[in-house]
């Protein structure tokens, strides 16, 4: 029954799709702990309460990517996460102390807070780098020379500034009053790192190998691509125009940042998948070299088609329940 | 020498990172039930203290439920990390069952962990109860799924090798692997009492700060009470969870039992040193025959001994038996002393009431929250470490799956985790205390300081 279908390739795309969700939804919630530092401890309750509810099942996306790595792709799993031993290393310890932190900051004696506080924003920093780092090593080829180090240090950087910006437009939704008028000020600065993040990847990915840079520049498939570019540009200019502009009256368009960076992600990460693809590891192996056997990828197939809609009915039913400005959480 | 070294360096740090995060889902997979019943108790009889029992509760389970979810995550990559050739070898078979844990389980409890904790009072009381019941349903299934494939590396079966590679061909036959059953029953039985004695333990230290409140009483009831019933279930369950191990993993038990020659007669050992150096025991304690009994039912029945699984070219093929031995003596020994324990408490309930508890059995009892940890950490030390030299008992040896990092970089990243979770324990008991004495000292629990985010305690709801 499945002996038609392109296994590997469906695997491939479903795993893309569950990174995509939790660079876009943990991509919040680490930015608004990486925004920390900025906030007095009163903004700090807000802040935590705005993603309370949320943050397990948005890291459970990971879970499910790497599951899904694992399960669908068993030699790159191993030939991709030994070369990044220590990043993910130091991620795992990041998302330790931050998942950690909801809890004991909220718990621990009064005078233990700051400290819990300072974990927080410690691990969101830490997890954000070095999944940027992850980024551009993964892009480079995963091979450690100084210029690949180097460039990935460059998107460890833009990365976190990139969750700092879209947990910054989650907070304008989120948020009302002076924390509101504070996060669109940091909108306005991490806009910024998105731009030049996404601007790195495009100039250096092209040049990685002659394979990107034909499938980029050959002749009509530039033309296909140019949408991407372009619709980014528009997408930058609609939050730009717009942060000038908020809060407003009555709220309005208090979503349209965070919407309109979801979207940039979108793009962007379409670009990415677009070069890499056929390619796992990058220019080594490719998806259909790194399958599993097929009747194990059918039998997760099943039950993926059945769950996946259903994990997604009841998240979508939990972010409607806490839906509206972040209150106090309280366990009644 | 260098793979060696990563070798050994890995295992110690796939030891540490596991029996770290098997402590908090240990006490998840109850408590979630048992707050569950609390819930049903209180939509019952509408008795505030059911309410006030559940408020306390949750929030160790919400702590605990953390710790459990970030150390699961390094769970995952530890796979890919330190054992490529454990996915690449039996990917086929593990790779569904794990698939399976994520999109059953995980989602499950994430998702209706936000709702259990903080909907309260957006949502329906009935959603409330179901969405507690999903999430004690989940952390359920989470157990199920990762205790199928735990059970298919003790004992494989539903599969054939093609190219040294294994594919599934029965997948009814690995789920249903020989030892699932017993694996799945001893260890959800543990996580129960686990959790018996966490609830008679805090419970008892807040009776000795005088908190005579109603809630108290009552979960000090249920703690002593849960452990007195599931103590003898799990004390049968471990003695036919043994005698599947005999069947299947022979060389095991021999070295639980400390028994080198394949003979009738075999003595229950109390202490011994195992040398494996000079293939004997010293200082032996034992009970005669009662090995033989216990296994065998017989007194001259043949119990297999260890000097059977070394090849003729020497190569031993059965686990290190000092370790094996001793850590099987340890949860044995909890279990007994669950047993004095909890039978105590229940007679001098039934006898006394929860007012005239004596005050050495409370203190006795705090003692013991946390003996549940000590007994399951034992009792996987035994079953894994037995399990040696196999990673997939028979299929997969644990040195050909092991990842060639360096070994300084392994190093490294073992010293780290290893602080970080020393430091977190101690953060966590700690807190489970100081929240105790907090309730104790009749304070509503975050006595309002400027505690938003994650805390509140006040009247139910509803
Ligand atoms: C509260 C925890 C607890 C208590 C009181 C006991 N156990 Fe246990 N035992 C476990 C918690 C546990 C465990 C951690 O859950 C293990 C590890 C794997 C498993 O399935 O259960 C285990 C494994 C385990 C094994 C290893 C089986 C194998 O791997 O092949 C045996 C033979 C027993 N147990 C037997 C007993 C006996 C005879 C007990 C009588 C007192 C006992 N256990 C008490
Ligand atoms: C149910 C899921 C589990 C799986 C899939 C699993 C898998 C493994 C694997 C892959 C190894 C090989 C690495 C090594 O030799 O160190 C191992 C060994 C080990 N595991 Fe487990 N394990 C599970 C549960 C546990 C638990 C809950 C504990 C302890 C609390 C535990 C304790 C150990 C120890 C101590 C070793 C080291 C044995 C040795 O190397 O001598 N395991 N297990
Ligand atoms: C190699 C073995 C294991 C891996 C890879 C693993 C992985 C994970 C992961 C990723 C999570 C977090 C899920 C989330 O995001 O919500 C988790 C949680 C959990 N795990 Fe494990 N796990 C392993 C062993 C075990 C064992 C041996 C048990 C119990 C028998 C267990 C029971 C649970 C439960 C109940 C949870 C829910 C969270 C909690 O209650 O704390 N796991 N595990």
Do not use: C
């Not at chain 2, 004390?235 to 095991?252: C, F, R, S, V, Y």
């Not at chain 2, 005239?356 to 203190?363: F, H, I, K, V």
């Amino acid at each position: 029954m499945f002996a038609s279908l392109d296994l590997p390739f469906i695997f491939a795309a479903l795993l893309g799709l569950s990174i995509l969700i939790y660079v876009v939804l943990d991509g919040f919630d680490l930015g608004v702990g990486i925004l920390f530092p900025f906030a007095t401890p009163d903004d700090r309750d807000t802040m935590v309460a705005s993603i309370g509810p949320f943050w397990d099942a948005n890291e459970t996306w990971l879970v499910l990517a790497i599951g899904l790595l694992l399960v669908a792709f068993p030699v790159a799993h191993g030939a991709i996460l030994t070369q990044l031993y220590l990043p993910v290393a130091v991620m795992l310890v990041g998302l330790i102390l931050r998942g950690v932190a909801f809890e004991f900051r909220a718990k621990a004696p009064l005078k233990h807070k700051r400290a819990w506080d300072g974990a927080f924003f410690t691990g969101s920093l830490m997890t954000g780098l070095s999944q940027g780092f992850m980024l551009g090593l993964y892009i480079m080829g995963l091979s450690y020379t100084w210029w690949h180090v180097g460039f990935a240090l460059i998107t460890a950087v833009f990365l976190t500034v990139a969750y700092s910006f879209i947990g910054a437009t989650w907070l304008i939704a989120k948020t009302e009053g002076p924390l509101q008028k504070k996060a669109v000020e940091w909108s306005q600065g991490g806009i910024w790192g998105v731009v030049l993040g996404m601007g790195a990847i495009s100039l250096a990915t092209p040049f990685v190998s002659q394979r990107i840079f034909d499938k980029w520049f050959g002749l009509p498939q530039i033309l296909y691509l140019s949408p991407l570019p372009a619709l980014s540009g528009l997408l930058v200019g609609l939050i730009w125009w717009k942060l000038r502009r908020l809060p407003m009256a009555g709220d309005r368009f208090a979503w349209v940042p965070f919407a309109a960076s979801i979207a940039l992600f979108v793009l962007g990460f379409a670009g990415m998948a677009y070069s890499f693809y056929p390619f796992i590891v990058p220019e080594a192996i490719t998806i259909y070299e790194a399958a599993s056997a097929p009747e194990s990828l059918a039998i997760i197939l099943v039950g993926t088609l059945i769950v996946l809609p259903t994990i997604l009915a009841y998240s979508i039913l939990s972010y409607w329940i806490f839906r509206g400005k972040a209150t106090p959480l309280r366990y009644d | 020498m260098v793979t060696m070294d990563t070798l050994l360096l890995s295992r110690i740090q796939f030891g540490a990172n596991i029996s770290f995060h098997i402590l908090f889902p240990t006490i998840t997979i109850a408590l979630g039930w048992v707050l569950l019943f609390f819930k049903l108790r209180f939509n019952a009889t509408r008795d505030r203290k059911w309410a006030e029992a559940y408020m306390f509760w949750v929030k160790v389970f919400a702590l605990t439920f953390a710790l459990g979810v970030v150390s699961g995550i390094t769970m995952s990559f530890q796979f890919g990390t330190n054992w490529p050739g454990f996915m690449e070898t039996v990917g086929n078979v593990a790779g569904p069952l794990l698939a399976y844990e994520v999109l059953t389980a995980f989602f499950l409890e994430a998702v209706f962990l936000g709702i259990m904790l903080f909907g309260a009072s957006r949502v329906p009381g009935w959603l409330h109860t179901l969405a507690t019941g999903l999430v004690a349903f989940g952390t359920t299934m989470s157990a199920f799924w990762i205790l199928v494939l735990n059970s298919w590396m003790h004992t494989p079966q539903g599969y054939e090798l093609r190219d040294g590679i294994v594919h599934a061909t029965d997948w009814w036959a690995i789920i249903f692997n020989p030892s699932m059953p017993y694996r799945l029953g001893h260890m959800l039985l543990a996580s129960g009492l686990t959790v018996a004695f966490l609830l008679a333990g805090i419970s008892a230290l807040r009776l000795l700060m005088n908190d005579r409140s109603a809630s108290v009483r009552s979960t000090f009831r249920v703690g002593v009470i849960l452990g007195a019933v599931l103590i003898p279930v799990q004390i049968l369950m471990g003695d036919m969870h043994g005698l599947n191990t005999l069947e299947h993993q022979p060389q095991k038990v021999a070295a639980m039992e400390g028994n080198w020659e394949t003979q009738g007669h075999v003595p229950l050992l109390l202490f011994a040193l195992p040398d494996e150096a000079a293939r004997t025991n010293h200082f032996e304690i034992g009970i005669p025959s009662l090995a033989s009994i216990i296994l065998k039912h017989d007194p001259a029945g043949i119990v297999p001994g260890l000097n059977d699984f070394v090849t003729a070219e020497g190569e031993v093929m059965h686990p290190p038996v000092a370790p094996v031995f001793w850590s099987f003596r340890i949860m044995v020994g909890v279990g007994m002393l669950m047993l004095l324990a909890s039978w105590t408490g229940a007679f001098l309930l039934w006898r006394r009431g929860v007012d005239a508890m004596p005050r050495l059995y409370l203190y006795g009892m705090s003692g013991l929250a946390f003996s549940g940890w000590i007994a399951t950490l034992a009792g996987w030390y035994t079953t894994e470490i037995g399990r040696q030299p196999w990673l997939v008992q028979g299929v997969l040896s644990t040195k050909a799956a092991v990842a060639d990092v360096p070994a300084p970089m392994v190093l490294t990243t073992l010293l780290v985790y290893l602080a970080v979770y020393a430091g977190l324990i101690l953060a966590y008991m700690g807190v489970i205390t100081y929240m105790a004495r907090k309730a104790a000292r009749g304070e509503p629990l975050p006595k309002d300081e400027r505690v938003k985010g994650g805390e509140a305690m006040a009247v139910p709801a509803e």
